[in-house]
């Protein structure tokens, strides 16, 4: 039976869509500028990175926006609530990262002695050397807080969100005031708390995207502007600032400052994208039948994608020439073959267990 697209919100559906192809672009770009040891790699592929990447630096706030856009506040009982969480997101977590400590064991990056160990680690931190799987963490844990928030959401003014927000701002531009300042409002080697610890992070995004629901609650043209203007303002920050920083810099950490989720500009970026897709409507036909059916499956094609971006960069990299062409190939053949074996593993008995 086709799915029922008329009660759902299409343009969120779609925005859940590209923000998860722009993770696995990002993931795929990865291969062209970062060179042993975590140093910047040599020749002309950081520089298309940068161009090609930048905007796809805000897929992950993305995704706690949309996260906080229909989770908060929290409704109904907490039993309920964290048991969905738990099937949904934590129990195939626990199974993609048993299934990566196996597939790097076959790929005779470990040992089976080092697989089983990657395992048991599972509870300490993913259990296994596959960088991706950071974000479910921090997604269970913002799970973990929504319930600590919903009272102050339920009963906020709009001044008092407002005043929230700004001071989650000033955060955001804290990774460029340390490049002045090294430690800043109270930090010190004996405190890595200071004085607007508790008002950054991802929290911020779930917050910003409730507070867009309840005071912008009717996209319109205006909106769009405000959404393409911020697209466009947080690009260009996000890229330059790349830019420039490749000619001074050695070691990708460095290099990915402007890169950062805590970043002002990110944050510009997810808002504007935001923005420009909430009121899309794609009607009832097929298109918005595969969007929706495609949404369902983002969280699957997430965990498995690292297993074929390996094998289609294997498989390509040799094949075609420019960075430019060869990264968001990538990205489209493990998009499309992400998303044909999780629609698999989903008909499968058990698969929501598996790709949630």
Not at 164 to 181: D, E, R
Request: one cysteine or more; proline letters at 5%; charged letters at 15%.
């Amino acid at each position: 039976m086709p799915k029922r697209t008329e009660s759902r919100n299409q343009g969120l559906d779609l925005l859940r869509v590209v923000a998860c192809y722009m993770v696995l672009q990002v993931h795929a770009g990865e291969f062209y500028y970062i060179a042993q040891g975590g140093t910047v790699a040599a020749g002309d592929g950081p520089a298309a990175v940068g161009w090609l990447n930048s905007l796809l630096r805000s897929s992950v706030p993305l995704f706690v926006m949309l996260s906080g856009f229909f989770l908060l506040p929290v409704r109904g009982g907490l039993r309920d609530f964290f048991s969905r969480r738990l099937v949904r997101v934590g129990v195939p977590f626990v199974v993609w990262c048993v299934l990566y400590a196996l597939y790097f064991w076959l790929r005779g990056q470990s040992d089976f002695g080092g697989a089983l160990l990657a395992v048991c680690r599972i509870p300490v931190n993913f259990g296994v050397e596959v960088g991706h799987l950071w974000f479910v963490y921090m997604l269970l844990g913002l799970y973990l807080f929504a319930p600590v928030v919903s009272p102050w959401l339920e009963t906020a003014s709009r001044r008092a969100m407002e005043a929230y927000l700004c001071l989650w701002g000033a955060t955001l531009l804290v990774p460029y005031a340390h490049l002045l300042f090294p430690q800043l409002l109270g930090e010190c080697y004996w405190n890595d708390t200071p004085m607007l610890y508790y008002f950054s992070g991802f929290l911020g995004y779930m917050v910003l995207a409730v507070y867009l629901r309840r005071y912008f609650p009717h996209p319109g043209v205006r909106q769009r502007r405000i959404g393409l203007s911020l697209a466009v303002a947080g690009y260009a920050v996000t890229a330059g600032v790349f830019r420039w920083r490749l000619e001074s810099v050695g070691t990708v950490p460095e290099l990915e400052l402007s890169w950062g989720f805590g970043t002002l500009n990110v944050a510009m970026m997810a808002a504007g994208l935001f923005l420009l897709f909430r009121d899309v409507r794609l009607g009832t036909g097929r298109v918005a039948r595969t969007v929706a059916d495609l949404s369902e499956l983002s969280y699957g094609v997430y965990l498995v994608h690292i297993m074929l971006l390996n094998l289609f960069f294997d498989w390509l990299d040799p094949l075609v020439g420019p960075v430019a062409v060869k990264v968001p190939l990538i990205a489209c053949c493990t998009f499309v073959g992400s998303c044909a074996v999780v629609k698999l593993l989903s008909r499968l008995p058990g698969g929501r267990y598996v790709v949630g």
